[in-house]
């Protein structure tokens, strides 16, 4: 029997698109925002106290401060370190444009280093490597809900004195051995974007441990004020509340807090399901032809991968096609697989602005030319899961040379 992939006109794997990253908003989540809109308080009020609250408890960190988006938090990040033209922050090649993007907003340059192979996170020998007098920051990513290796990290920080930023955007729930990710930097920074483990549709949090950064934090969160607007109009004392820096207005909303509340408590069961589909993935992923790897996972026993992403790392030699081919085969079967990432050293705007070639981060390229990520959110039933691996291994047999 001859299979036609969907994408040369054949019948797709299944018949309705397994959207990557789908939200899993439940009644929970709908009643909260109700009630927010029934409160006539949906800006930052007391739903995104309550949810900074909970979040700061949820990772270990002393303060949270919620925001607008992940990319918000990075950039207030660089700000309130004073970072600036004629500074370097050092970034892993293999990420989303906004861990750099940050760094040329506030003036300062981003220097690209390569990936570890085995975690697809920033590898710390190439970050000693990178180091000049001229290094304030790193800005370690947690690829894909993977943990950095933060004791190492920590170790080059504390011997060159430089700030740890993390882009913990994949993050929420990680542990690194013991303990969650946000208890380890003086920033680190979540996303509840639509797509991300815990989401907000739009939003983000930054956390630290530190009560002169988060004083900034929250000047610079808002406007610049002295202090900000839920106090001002939750005081019947008045007092006048004023510019004390030129500040951005980054601030989340309690119709997001709504949603971000009920995530938050439903984290770890969310966790849980995106194990049990994973494992599921491993073993049917664990001899198909056409594949390297699957899994990239922390073996010491006391770290927590969360899943953001699942993904496929293609044997580009057995295939007769490009991984890009791939994932719009698999589009074509209504499998919502997605790319993360293009590395960053070899898109227009960084390979024109400082000359990188595609080879100067090897791993990071490489990975970026083979990976794919899956649809894996709790809400997928069984037949979901075998719905995305009949399709990639209908696409994989197809193509094989
Ligand atoms: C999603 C994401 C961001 C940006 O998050 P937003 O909340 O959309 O600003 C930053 N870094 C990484 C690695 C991401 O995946």
């Not at 309130?80 to 892993?92: C, F, K, S, T």
């Not at 750099?100 to 920033?122: K, M, Q, S, W």
């Not at 020998?125 to 004791?151: F, S, W």
């Amino acid at each position: 029997m001859t299979v036609t992939l969907a994408i040369d006109g054949g019948k797709p794997a299944r018949e309705k698109m397994l959207v990557f990253g789908a939200p899993n908003f439940g009644e929970d989540e709908i009643a909260e925002v109700v009630d927010t809109i029934k409160s006539g308080w949906v800006g930052t009020g007391p739903k995104t106290k309550k949810f900074e609250d909970e979040f700061a408890a949820y990772v270990g960190a002393k303060y949270a401060i919620a925001l607008n988006s992940c990319t918000a938090g990075l950039h207030l990040s660089m700000v309130v370190l004073g970072i600036g033209p004629g500074d370097e922050v050092i970034v892993p090649s293999l990420t989303f444009g906004a861990t750099a993007n940050v760094v040329e907003h506030v003036g300062a340059r981003p220097v690209f280093v390569d990936i570890d192979p085995a975690t697809l996170c920033i590898d710390p020998k190439q970050i000693e490597k990178a180091i000049t007098p001229r290094t304030k920051a790193i800005i370690p990513v947690h690829y894909g809900g993977m943990p950095c290796a933060m004791d190492r990290i920590r170790e080059i920080a504390d011997a060159h004195h430089l700030a740890v930023v993390e882009d913990a955007a994949h993050a929420t729930g990680t542990i690194y051995q013991g303990r969650k990710i946000g208890m380890f930097s003086p920033l680190t920074n979540f996303s509840f974007y639509a797509n991300k483990n815990l989401s907000t549709a739009e939003g983000g949090m930054v956390t630290t441990d530190d009560p002169a950064i988060e004083e900034k934090l929250r000047v610079y969160h808002l406007h610049g004020l002295s202090r900000d607007a839920w106090k001002r109009y939750h005081t019947k004392a008045f007092s006048v509340s004023e510019v004390v820096v030129p500040g951005y207005k980054y601030n989340m909303t309690d119709l997001q807090a709504s949603l971000g509340l009920h995530q938050l408590r439903k984290q770890e069961q969310f966790i849980a399901r995106r194990e049990e589909l994973a494992a599921f993935y491993d073993e049917a992923f664990s001899a198909m032809n056409g594949l390297i790897r699957t899994q990239f996972r922390p073996h010491d026993g006391q770290s927590r991968h969360v899943l953001h992403l699942y993904v496929l790392m293609l044997n580009l030699a057995r295939l007769k096609v490009g991984r890009n081919q791939v994932i719009s085969a698999l589009l074509a079967e209504n499998i919502g697989a997605a790319l993360h990432y293009q590395p960053l050293h070899m898109q227009p705007y960084y390979r024109d602005t400082y000359g990188y070639q595609p080879d100067d981060f090897p791993v990071a390229r490489c990975v970026g030319e083979s990976v794919l990520s899956l649809p894996l959110v709790p809400q997928m039933a069984q037949q979901d899961v075998q719905d995305v691996v009949d399709a990639v291994e209908k696409v994989l047999t197809e193509y094989k040379v």
